[in-house]
């Protein structure tokens, strides 16, 4: 079940949202194939240290973070993906490893894959593993009070080629 203080939150901030119950999912490609969405549209929270900073970065499911990438986006020498442990308690009542994308609600700085923006809409974790939100790219945005926005994910090694599940090719 998702946390009251995150739907509290879309609604003091006038966000209108759709909620989804699925069968449990750990990963947000999982995710993708229960709500039947491509994972281009389901936004990832990904947990990184970046220089002394700790951030969400907000990326498609369909892709992994690139470090050398969102290193030079941030202008820090090296960005590391946290485990769990490390930032446990950084977001109260939701389950580990449903993190969702709300840096402003949790107090930590966001940084979004452009590829998102793209998607119009985006569905996502909100703190459980067996239902998703899903708003418009545009709110997330303006919750963020937007966010650094550039490119920092590359495709799945492992992803299935359907290539309805994949961002438009990008020159990088």
């Not at 989804?20 to 389901?42: K, S």
């Not at 709300?102 to 593993?129: C, K, M, N, Q, Y």
């Not at 239902?131 to 963020?144: G, P, Q």
């Amino acid at each position: 079940m998702i946390p009251r203080h995150i739907v509290d939150f879309l609604e003091r901030n006038d966000v209108s949202y759709e909620r989804y119950m699925h069968r449990r999912a750990c990963t947000a490609q999982e995710l993708a194939a229960a709500m039947h969405v491509p994972g281009r549209r389901v936004a990832k929270s990904v947990i990184v240290k970046g220089g002394d900073q700790i951030w969400i970065a907000v990326l498609p499911a369909s892709e992994v973070v690139d470090e050398k990438l969102l290193a030079g986006m941030l202008g820090v020498p090296s960005v590391r993906l946290l485990d769990e442990a490390e930032f446990e308690g950084f977001f109260p009542g939701c389950e580990a490893g449903a993190e969702p994308p709300f840096g402003s609600l949790f107090g930590l700085p966001v940084v979004v894959d452009s590829t998102l923006a793209e998607a119009g809409r985006i569905v996502f974790r909100a703190g459980s593993h067996e239902e998703a939100l899903e708003i418009r790219y545009e709110d997330f945005r303006r919750l963020e009070g937007d966010p650094k926005t550039g490119t920092f994910g590359r495709p799945l090694a492992s992803a299935p080629r359907v290539w309805d599940e994949w961002p438009e090719p990008r020159v990088r």
